[in-house]
């Protein structure tokens, strides 16, 4: 496949992340922001802060589709955060090409079947990329030197010349990345990794908060297991992250997970996309699941 432009929708965290380093290798790219976080990037430029310390990455940055210059092989890479797609999937079906290729980068496993609603060309990505963003302009990048994992498939399944070129450009950009058919297998497993993640932002480290973290995995291994869903296992995904994602030492005052980082914002969360899922599928499938209850209900 030829070169391929990128938009990528939602620049916060992981979107910033993303976007600075494709600019920064000279992939064409343009962001979409909004509020005071576009004014100061369209002002500054982005600010990406590693462990290199800040610098400013001058990437073009739009206000939404409309603002885009869509070409027939754009890739949209969607990195709203999951109650922010049905907005951003309505912007860009009013804007961009019916035939757009749109790589969900998000955590959840609801926004691929939304965005294949509006766009056939629907890719995944599992999304391992522990990033901040709490000060418009600024994106902090929490790992070193490898920024993040970007696998990345075709939703429902399958691999393409789509999924070679966009996982060979993160690799170029500075990411590991690889094209996987059974991409939400993988993001199956990150659900999981979530939800047990929820329960930290919940409770402090300690017995209590094992004891609820263990048992919302079992029952979202059980609930998976009753819809019939694959998922790979948690030793697949420990030797996928193996040690590439090394947390940076300095900026230890901030641990929290991106669920945290919408709490301190004073923003809606994704609670329902993540142990909320779980809850979700086991009413689906018969599978008792009052420990996840209890964090939607207690994080929500
Ligand atoms: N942060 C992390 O460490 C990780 C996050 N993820 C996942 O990545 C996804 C994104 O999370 P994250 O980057 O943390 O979220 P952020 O809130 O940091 O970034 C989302 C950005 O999209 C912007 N946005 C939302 N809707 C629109 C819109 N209609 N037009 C323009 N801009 C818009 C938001 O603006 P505003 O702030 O104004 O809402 C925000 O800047 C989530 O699914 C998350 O679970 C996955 C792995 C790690
Ligand atoms: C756990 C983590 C940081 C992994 O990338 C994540 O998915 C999140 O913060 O939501």
């Known amino acids: 496949m030829a070169p391929v432009r990128y938009v990528v929708y939602g620049a916060g965290a992981v979107g910033g992340v993303i976007g600075a380093h494709l600019h920064l ?39 939404g589709a409309a603002d885009v210059a869509w070409t027939d092989d754009t890739v949209v890479l969607l990195t709203v955060k999951s109650h922010q797609t ?61 920024p993040g994992i970007l696998d990345v498939g075709r939703f429902p399944s399958g691999s393409d010349d789509v999924a070679d070129r966009v996982a060979a450009d993160l690799r170029t950009a500075g990411f590991e990345s690889v094209a996987r058919p059974d991409i939400m297998a993988w993001k199956h497993r990150k659900l999981l990794v979530n939800a047990v993640g929820d329960v930290s932002t919940l409770l ?76 979700l599928l086991g009413r689906l499938h018969g599978v008792a699941t009052p420990a996840s209850e209890r964090v939607l209900r207690e994080l929500k």
């Open 25 to 63: 290798v000279g992939l064409p790219t343009t962001l979409v922001a909004r509020g005071a976080h576009l004014d100061r990037v369209r002002a500054d430029g982005l600010v990406l802060d590693t462990d290199d310390g800040r610098r400013a990455v001058a990437v073009p940055a739009a206000a």
């Open 86 to 146: 049905d907005a951003a999937l309505d912007d860009l079906v009013a804007h961009a090409p019916p035939g757009a290729v749109v790589v969900v980068a998000q955590n959840g496993v609801a926004n691929e079947a939304a965005v294949l609603r509006r766009f056939a060309r629907t890719y995944a990505v599992c999304v391992m990329l522990p990033a901040l963003h709490l000060e418009p302009g600024v994106v902090v990048q929490k790992c070193w030197p490898t």
């Open 204 to 279: 402090p480290t300690g017995p209590e908060a094992d004891q609820l973290a263990a048992a919302v995995l079992a029952e979202g291994e059980a609930a998976l297991a009753a819809a019939g869903i694959p998922v790979v296992t948690a030793e697949q995904d420990d030797v996928r992250r193996g040690d590439v994602l090394r947390p940076r030492v300095d900026i230890a005052d901030f641990r929290g997970n991106s669920l945290a980082q919408s709490i301190t914002r004073g923003l809606p969360t994704e609670i329902d996309y993540r142990v909320g899922e779980i809850v």
